[in-house]
């Protein structure tokens, strides 16, 4: 009797765990997909110059967008007062000026939504025992990253308002990239609630998978420098680079080190260098992986990956060499978030599920 009884309570408490975890895990993915969804817009935002159409930084009231014809002048007026309007978009109408305005408002929203769907369910969660100990301290760190990234949104925002006529490359490519990494980590923490078995991985593996995802993070981190730049608006032959496999005048800037930062051609070299060096180690690793002993689906991710960062490559190339339009370019920048989503679960999957946390004990 006791031993049943104890049967059936360890049975309660596995069935709990399981659905726990289920709900977490989902939850993980919505936000991600928010957060992908950000990646996107936040493109979009950049890509048609939309990113300073708001000068101030309201996080609570900024929410409701202006309602009536006094309130979009206002704002209009206040754009008016900054550099880009007075250099490069003086005597534009207030229709185009409520274009880029909405895909800037777009962004802020979007940022504010994930922010309420990830502390409100958090806070649930947190409050009805339902998250293991091991997690709290994750997703505690995403919540704090999640703050973060709205001030350095600001911070990237302020750049452009005062002197410069858009934002910096530097605060664009941090803006970008931790988004990037809030993104890849929130999938790491789901995929590690997700019932799978760790694959049968050599060393080598486990180096290369890590290796891999780093590579597309630097790799995202370059294409945003060139974002900031506008430099994929110029030099668009490929496999050359303005007619020479290794351009002249890399190496202009003083002090050097200011060419991989601010030197449009320098950084799309680095770009396109980059691409192949990332080409190369997926090619690599799927290779490895397919001669060693890990088991089918890791040698079929593997596979998959490489065949997607082929095609990121290639699109990548068809961008630059259409001088970057909006739907190009676009899709270049999801593919790069999706690429990295694969290759962080690819990476995840050798380690399998995190281990149950109800200890099974029977008595009787």
């Known amino acids: ?24 895990r989902w939850w993980l993915y919505i936000i991600a997909l928010l957060v992908f969804a950000m990646i996107i817009v936040g493109g979009a935002t950049r890509l048609t110059d939309s990113g300073l159409s708001i000068t101030e930084w309201k ?12 309130q979009w002048i206002e704002e209009f007026d206040k754009y008016k007062l900054i550099p880009e309007y007075q250099q490069i978009n003086k005597g534009m109408s207030l229709l185009e000026f409520q274009f880029i305005y909405w895909w800037e408002w777009a962004h802020r929203f979007l940022g ?45 925002v302020s750049s452009g308002l005062s002197e410069r006529v858009d ?18 980590w929130t999938l790491w923490i789901a995929r590690g609630l997700a019932p799978h078995s760790a694959t049968d991985s050599s060393l080598r593996l486990r180096l290369l998978a890590p290796l891999v995802t780093l590579a597309i993070l630097l790799q995202i981190f370059l294409g945003a420098l060139v974002a900031g730049l506008d430099a994929g608006m110029a030099f668009n032959d490929w496999p050359t680079m303005d007619g020479a496999a290794v ?42 992986t397919r001669a060693s002993n890990a088991d089918a689906p890791h ?59 109800t200890q099974i004990e029977i008595r009787g």
Request: charged share 10%; aromatic share 12%; glycine share 8%.
């Open 59 to 70: 996080p609570i009231h900024g929410i409701i967008p202006p309602l009536n014809h006094a």
């Open 112 to 156: 504010r939504i994930v922010g309420i769907v990830f502390f409100l369910p958090l806070a649930y969660f947190w409050a009805t025992g339902r998250l293991e100990n091991r997690l709290k301290p994750r997703l505690t760190g995403l919540l704090f990253l999640g703050g973060l990234q709205g001030f350095i949104g600001w911070w990237m």
């Open 1 to 24: 009797m006791q031993a049943a009884q104890g049967i059936l309570y360890t049975t309660a408490l596995v069935n709990r765990e399981q659905t726990d975890r289920a709900l977490v």
């Open 247 to 288: 351009p002249q005048g890399l190496l202009i800037l003083e002090p050097l080190w200011r060419n991989f930062f601010e030197n449009p051609k320098t950084v799309q070299f680095v770009h396109r260098i980059g691409g192949y060096t990332l080409f190369a180690l997926a090619l690599v690793q799927w290779l490895v």
């Open 299 to 357: 040698k079929v991710r593997s596979a998959i990956l490489f065949a997607m960062v082929a095609a990121q490559a290639s699109a990548g190339i068809v961008t630059l060499m259409l001088q970057v339009p909006l739907s190009w370019a676009l899709a270049h920048q999801a593919g790069a978030a999706i690429v990295l989503a694969f290759s962080v679960a690819h990476w995840r999957a050798l380690y399998g599920t995190y281990a149950p946390r």
């Open 167 to 184: 934002v910096s490359q530097y605060r664009l490519a941090v803006h970008l990239t931790l988004a990037c990494f809030i993104f890849a």
